[in-house]
T-cell receptor, first 115, second 110 residues
């Protein structure tokens, strides 16, 4: 089954404790992206990757890191999480960045709480 | 700035058609209109997209105004499973970023 998977689905952590949220897709997609969703603010892009070893900042990259060493994986790293990073996080992938290849497939989400 | 405007909510009866409006009066000539929906406790899901002509797929139809300043997503026969938040999005950049607004919450009555 074609899908985007994220782990963990739920995470409660404390301020400053480094964490990684994994994202993997099995569709051989070139484009991958991370979003966070907050009430009243919609989904906002954190980072994106056009292909392996190519990453770039989205609208809200502060406090996050990403890497794209393999095509299928795009982990999101929080080196020193803070309470304002409490949010619902979504990973997404698409064949490419431009129409008609940019239909994005989203993962199920990771709900992160930073105390 | 999502650059699209949608009503906050809409109600429909099951098995009736639903028309979800979206205004994008500042759209440029190369911007596509995409619709995604988000079911409760799930990630967003692609519905349809278009540029100038009306579009149909298995999920819905997209009617785009001739001046492209507005569009309407049409669900031909609403089901309970169609209850979701529907997002109308302008695709403006080469990085495929989707700028989600608040969307419109569709409720479907049995």
């Amino acid at each position: 089954e074609a899908q985007v998977t994220q782990n963990p689905r739920y995470l409660i952590t404390v301020t400053g404790k480094k964490l990684t949220v994994t994202c993997s897709q099995n569709m051989n997609h070139e484009y991958m992206s991370w979003y966070r969703q907050d009430p009243g603010l919609g989904l906002r892009q954190i980072y994106y990757s056009m292909n392996v070893e190519v990453t770039d900042k989205g609208d809200v990259p502060e406090g996050y890191k990403v890497s794209r060493k393999e095509k299928r994986n795009f982990p999101l790293i929080l080196e020193s999480p803070s309470p304002n990073q409490t949010s619902l996080y979504f990973c997404a992938s698409s064949r490419g960045a431009s129409v008609p290849y940019n239909e994005q497939f989203f993962g199920p989400g990771t709900r992160l709480t930073v105390l | 700035d999502a650059k699209t405007t949608q009503p906050n909510s809409m109600e429909s009866n099951e098995e009736e058609p639903v028309h979800l409006p979206c205004n994008h009066s500042t759209i440029s000539g190369t911007d596509y209109i995409h619709w995604y929906r988000q079911l409760p406790s799930q990630g967003p899901e692609y519905v349809i997209h278009g540029l100038t002509s009306n579009v149909n797929n298995r999920m819905a139809s997209l009617a785009i105004a001739e001046d492209r300043k507005s569009s309407t997503l049409i669900l031909h026969r609403a089901t309970l499973r169609d209850a979701a938040v529907y997002y109308c999005i302008r695709h403006t950049g080469a990085n495929s970023k989707l700028t989600f607004g608040k969307g419109i919450t569709l409720s479907v009555r049995p």
